[in-house]
């Protein structure tokens, strides 16, 4: 069982960065792909970054390649997503999630389906 609660949400104007943490109970984060994802008023989940658990590999949804960047300690227990030139398109709730894979080559997966546990989330709010 992995239990994820994110922070570093909030109001930001459009060209500002934020830093989002999420923090993951259990001794099993360090075998979870980690995801973070976001959700926009009446649409879809979407993927917004990924990392495997060795954080050698991350993956990108195209809006996010060269303004967002996602990382992990696992000492710490927490992934964080650096978004950096955050623009009004960019307001959601994000929220990590963690698929758990204690395979050495794990896959990381872009589908909401794919993970075992969320977060409650954090709104990002970018204004014009």
């Known amino acids: 069982q992995v239990q994820l609660v994110e922070s570093g949400g909030g109001l930001v104007q459009a060209g500002g960065s934020l830093r989002l943490s999420c923090v993951a109970s259990?001794?099993?984060?360090?075998?979870?792909?980690m995801g973070w994802f976001r959700q926009a008023p009446g649409q879809e989940r979407e993927f917004v970054a990924a990392?495997?658990?060795?954080?050698?590999?991350?993956y990108y949804a195209e809006s996010a390649k060269g303004r967002f960047t996602i990382s992990r300690d696992n000492a710490k227990n927490t992934v964080y997503l650096q978004m950096n030139s955050l623009n009004p398109e960019d307001t959601a709730v994000y929220s990590c999630a963690a698929d758990y894979q204690p395979y050495l080559n794990p896959i990381v997966a872009r589908t909401p389906g794919e993970y075992d546990y969320w977060g409650q989330g954090t709104q990002v709010t970018v204004s014009s």
């Open positions: 259990g001794r099993t984060f360090i075998r979870c792909v």
């Open positions: 990392i495997n658990w060795r954080g050698g590999s991350s």
